[in-house]
């Protein structure tokens, strides 16, 4: 089956400093991207979403960006804050696909 | 509050012990699925539920059975639980399906000697 990766499994980060998470899919039908933080002892909760006919999409200090032609979606986590420590999922769903992927996760370390 | 609960946290069980993981959801969901993460593994999703009376398998469905008899709850029964399925497991649910956000229950760390 298809798979989705993960470019990096660990992030270190200056506080206050921008972050990027990469994701590489191979699904090139996959039409729905999905980025998840997942803290320490909690389930995955979603931070922000996608859709194929996007390539930009941002919310509150974060930003997903979608290149179809390489396949590959980033997170971009801005000024980012200690409580922004955590493991961070994308996923990818879609097309012929029953449910949506997950990668492995990338565990993103917010220095003082 | 919007939440997905499942009981147990936490249970220690040893082989053959039939147990079930229960996992309600209180925002009226149609779609719920179960998940189990292994370290390097990521998720990898068990069994999901279109609507109610309505099941089928994820990726890794073997030693493992889910039911749908309400729209609230899709609980994960082990029959004969091995020392491999010793994992963390997640319950989701989603409005509309694959397409959409799915919400985590906390989750029910598992072991299984």
């Known amino acids: 089956g298809e798979s989705v990766g993960l470019h990096l499994p660990t992030l270190s980060v200056q506080e206050g400093d921008n972050s990027i998470i990469n994701c590489a899919y191979s699904n090139s039908a996959s039409d729905y991207f999905i980025w998840y933080k997942q803290e320490s002892g909690k389930g995955p909760q979603f931070i922000i979403d996608?859709?194929?006919?996007?390539d930009k999409r941002q919310g509150q200090r974060v930003t997903v960006l979608l290149n179809k032609t390489v396949k590959h979606l980033s997170l971009q986590i801005a000024a980012t804050q200690p409580g922004d420590s955590a493991v961070y999922f994308c996923a990818e769903g879609g097309g012929s696909a029953r449910q949506l992927t997950f990668g492995s996760g990338t565990q993103l370390t917010v220095l003082p | 509050e919007a939440q997905v609960t499942q009981n147990p946290r936490y249970l220690i069980t040893v082989t053959g012990k039939k147990l079930t993981v229960t996992c309600s959801q209180n925002?009226?969901?149609?779609?719920m699925s179960w998940y189990r993460q292994d370290p390097g593994l990521g998720l990898r999703q068990i069994y999901y539920?279109?609507?109610?009376?309505?099941?089928d398998k994820g990726d890794v469905p073997e030693g493992y059975k889910v039911s749908r008899k309400e729209k609230r709850n899709f609980p994960l029964i082990l029959e004969s639980p091995s020392p491999n399925q010793t994992s963390l497991y997640f319950c989701?649910?989603?409005?509309?399906?694959?397409?959409?956000?799915?919400?985590f229950g906390q989750g029910t760390r598992l072991t299984v000697v």
């Open positions: 989701a649910s989603s409005p509309q399906g694959r397409n959409t956000e799915a919400f």
């Open positions: 996608i859709r194929s006919n996007m």
């Open positions: 539920s279109m609507n109610v009376e309505v099941t």
């Open positions: 925002m009226n969901h149609e779609y």
